[in-house]
């Protein structure tokens, strides 16, 4: 028998790996694993498996509706004893499966498997995820590449075309009883957008249609964007949509809406979503390190206190404070606010990347290690080759949530604040606090840091380690690697 290994890929439709097993005729299992060590993973928690779940449980109501006799078989263990397992009792001849741009973890896992399905002569048949290439040694090209991929027709999975038999396991089977599943749905999810691939294409339909129209206009505002934009970023992560999808039913949207514009910015982002995962599958190192190691030499000194004032949203900086519980609660931020938070953490609180990541990653609903790591770096100011950008927090507030709606969402101590006040506190004076019946340093924090000393600090920092010949032969390095020749020129 064969089996697709369905991964971050939890879709029916444009499925290179499933359409390829139909029509290998051999008969299969559709195969989901819960590998308890990858859940175990510090980025992880409980939203990601509770958005899993529902994925899986989609995916097997769509193939019921079908077919009653089709479903994916749910299996939790070691995916190498799972494989061993099934190996021994039916002779597994093929693996179908996307690659992956995971984290460490996922990568080891996958070698050890490599290993072990060569020695038992089982062919891995890996199809390419998006518009990622393997073993890409320059990036020459990779744009032209990257549009000829996203033009290509889906790849339809036809069951017409089944010769073999489509396997379950269920109750009664051995395989199953000894790798039995539990159930990752939570009771109260209800803040999280819903998981699987029939709301992603709702999601998008929305978007195109009509939430689009609003998306240059709202992008960069921590309220507006939830609506304005496509939210679509956890059904790519997890492969409820391909990215070629999303791409060619927004150009079909574009002969049909006047909001082209809107969408010519969307699919543009659709190109930085693949480019980020390139840039990482190069460069996976980038969990751990610098990806300038010039930048290694800067001293960052870890602060419980601020570090904990930052993750629970008690810096003082109310836009700041705001992000980080609606992340923590809702799993979303936009991308401007996601990149303020970093910089606040890395830059004015001069905090090593490494003592956020893994928290805002457990929050990310979307969590792509392959985007999260190179846009942490980048937003820390380590990487030699963009332009480093220290954001104000009080001056995004007043542009971007000019009334505090958003703020006073979140920070609910902040509800009664006048609007002259809402994105500098502090800068009440005691008369006025009594007026307002508002105590700062009780009701609501004094700000952690002086913002002003902070980032001047931060920017001789930065800024002064650029000129040094670490730092500019490392760039030379990653220019060669990451940035297209001509372009270098
Ligand atoms: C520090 C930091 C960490 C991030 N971590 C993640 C992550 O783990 N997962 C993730 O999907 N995005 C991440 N992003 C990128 C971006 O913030 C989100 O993709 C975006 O906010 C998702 O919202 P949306 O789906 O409404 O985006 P839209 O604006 O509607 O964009 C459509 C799609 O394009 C892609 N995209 C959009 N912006 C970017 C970007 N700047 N870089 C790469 N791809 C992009 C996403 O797949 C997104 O769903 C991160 C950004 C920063 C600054």
Redo the contacts with the bound molecule.
């Keep these: 028998m064969n089996i697709v290994w369905f991964k971050r890929d939890l879709r029916l439709s444009d499925h290179a790996a499933l359409k390829a097993a139909i029509e290998d005729g051999e008969s299969f299992l559709m195969l989901y694993i819960w590998e308890p060590n990858i859940m175990a993973d510090s980025h992880y928690s409980p939203r990601h498996w509770n958005f899993v779940q529902q994925s899986l449980n989609d995916l097997n109501r769509q193939l019921s509706e079908a077919n009653p006799l089709l479903r994916i078989t749910i299996l939790q263990g070691n995916a190498k004893e799972i494989f061993h397992a099934i190996h021994q009792k039916y002779q597994l001849k093929k693996v179908f499966s996307y690659e992956e741009t995971g984290l460490r973890i996922t990568y080891d896992r996958d070698k050890e498997l490599s290993l072990f399905f060569k020695e038992t002569a089982i062919e891995w048949r890996e199809f390419q995820t998006n518009g990622v290439v393997r073993k890409l040694k320059n990036r020459d090209n990779w744009a032209e590449y990257w549009k000829a991929q996203m033009q290509k027709p889906w790849d339809v999975p036809n069951w017409t075309k089944l010769r073999g038999d489509c396997l379950v396991f269920d109750e009664s089977n051995e395989i199953y009883k000894r790798f039995l599943p539990n159930d990752y749905l939570l009771k109260d999810a209800n803040n999280f957008q819903p998981g699987g691939e029939t709301y992603a294409h709702r999601y998008l339909q929305s978007?195109l249609s009509e939430r689009a129209k609003n998306?240059s206009k709202h992008?960069s505002k921590p309220l507006e964007?939830r609506k304005g934009?496509?939210?679509?970023?956890p059904y790519?992560?997890w492969g409820n949509l391909s990215?070629r999808q999303?791409y060619q039913y927004a150009q079909n949207a574009k002969k049909k809406v006047a909001h082209r514009r809107d969408l010519d910015n969307?699919i543009s982002?659709?190109h930085?979503?693949c480019?980020?995962i390139q840039k990482f599958e190069m460069e996976d190192r980038m969990e751990f390190e610098n990806l300038n190691r010039g930048y290694d030499d800067i001293e960052r000194i870890d602060n419980e206190y601020f570090i904990e004032r930052w993750q629970s949203g008690l810096t003082g900086y109310p836009l700041i404070d705001a992000c980080m519980r609606c992340v923590c609660q809702t799993g979303?931020?936009?991308?401007r606010m996601?990149?303020m938070v970093?910089s606040f953490l890395t830059h004015q609180l001069f905090q090593h990347w490494k003592t956020g990541a893994v928290f805002?990653?457990q929050q990310?609903l979307?969590?792509?290690?392959g985007?999260?790591y190179p846009?942490?770096q980048?937003?820390a100011g380590v990487t030699g080759m963009n332009t480093v950008r220290m954001y104000n927090p009080v001056k995004q507030s007043q542009d971007h949530d000019p009334n505090g709606i958003f703020i006073k969402t979140w920070v609910k101590e902040l509800e009664n604040c006048p609007e002259n006040f809402i994105h500098e506190p502090w800068k009440m004076t005691p008369m006025e606090q009594e007026l307002y019946n508002f105590r700062l340093g009780e009701n609501y924090p004094f700000p952690i840091i002086d913002l002003e000393e902070a980032s001047k600090k931060a920017k001789e920092q930065i800024w002064g380690i650029r000129k040094q010949q670490l730092v500019r032969v490392e760039n030379k390095r990653i220019l060669n690697k990451q940035v297209v020749r001509n372009r270098k020129r």
């Design positions: 978007f998306y992008i964007s934009c496509s939210r679509l970023s790519i992560a990215i999303v969307f982002r659709l930085w979503h480019h980020f979303y931020l936009n991308f996601r990149a970093v805002l990653a990310f979307d969590f792509e290690v985007i999260h846009q942490f980048m937003q």
